[in-house]
T-cell receptor, first 109, second 112 residues
Framework: GIQVEQSPPDLILQEGANSTLRCNFS?????LQWFHQNPWGQLINLFY???GTKQNGRLSATTVATERYSLLYISSSQTTDSGVYFC???????????FGKGTRLSVIA | SQTIHQWPATLVQPVGSPLSLECTVE??????LYWYRQAAGRGLQLLFY??????ISSEVPQNLSASRPQDRQFILSSKKLLLSDSGFYLC???????????FGPGTRLLVL
């Protein structure tokens, strides 16, 4: 099946810094989503982005499907951005989302 | 708007006891439904998914089972819990496989 690799596995930022999280996948995708899991465990949808670029406030994402990667940009990070960021993809047909192992982000004041 | 509920929020059960976790979705019909487990504080493991009533696909063989008795209800069960069943169980729904997936608040299960 399709492989999803996220980097870096862990990231520590000073509040106000910018960061880029990367998601590489091993095959073509029909669906790609970015999620944020907050410290209480809730998984929040950030982007549905199988291709192209989207922005939502301080967050933006770009997926280059032909090169099999997606990037999540966090600008002017805040302590509330802390948590684990997951990338998940659907390869084809009716197969479910395949998740990467996540990037654990800690933003310190 | 659509909402997804899970209960209980937390559960402590002895080894060998049965388990029933419930997930319901409101505000949509014929959703795809999913059960995940997060055991190590990071990765999500897909356990079961369902594209319709009575249709259950199992991703990982183990002592858990799932049922979908109604369109918007998804139940995760076990007849006898193991220590290794401890973890954070998340239910999710989507309008289709290629649609955005939304997660419930989760159930924290501790098996002692």
């Amino acid at each position: 099946g399709i492989q999803v690799e996220q980097s870096p596995p862990d990231l520590i930022l000073q509040e106000g810094a910018n960061s880029t999280l990367r998601c590489n996948f091993s095959d073509s995708v029909n669906n790609l989503q970015w999620f944020h899991q907050n410290p209480w465990g809730q998984l929040i949808n950030l982007f549905y982005i199988p291709s192209g670029t989207k922005q939502n406030g301080r967050l933006s994402a770009t997926t280059v499907a032909t090169e099999r990667y997606s990037l999540l940009y966090i600008s002017s990070s805040q302590t509330t951005d802390s948590g684990v960021y997951f990338c998940a993809v659907v390869n084809s047909g009716n197969t479910p989302l395949v998740f990467g192992k996540g990037t654990r982000l800690s933003v310190i004041a | 708007s659509q909402t997804i509920h899970q209960w209980p929020a937390t559960l402590v059960q002895p080894v060998g006891s049965p388990l029933s976790l419930e997930c319901t979705v409101e505000g949509t019909s014929n959703p795809n439904l999913y059960w995940y487990r997060q055991a190590a504080g990071r990765g999500l493991q897909l356990l079961f998914y369902s594209v319709g009533i009575g249709q259950i696909s199992s991703e990982v063989p183990q002592n858990l089972s799932a049922s979908r008795p109604q369109d918007r209800q998804f139940i995760l069960s076990s007849k006898k819990l193991l220590l290794s069943d401890s973890g954070f169980y998340l239910c999710a729904w989507s309008a289709g496989t290629l649609e955005t997936q939304y997660f419930g608040p989760g159930t924290r299960l501790l098996v002692l």
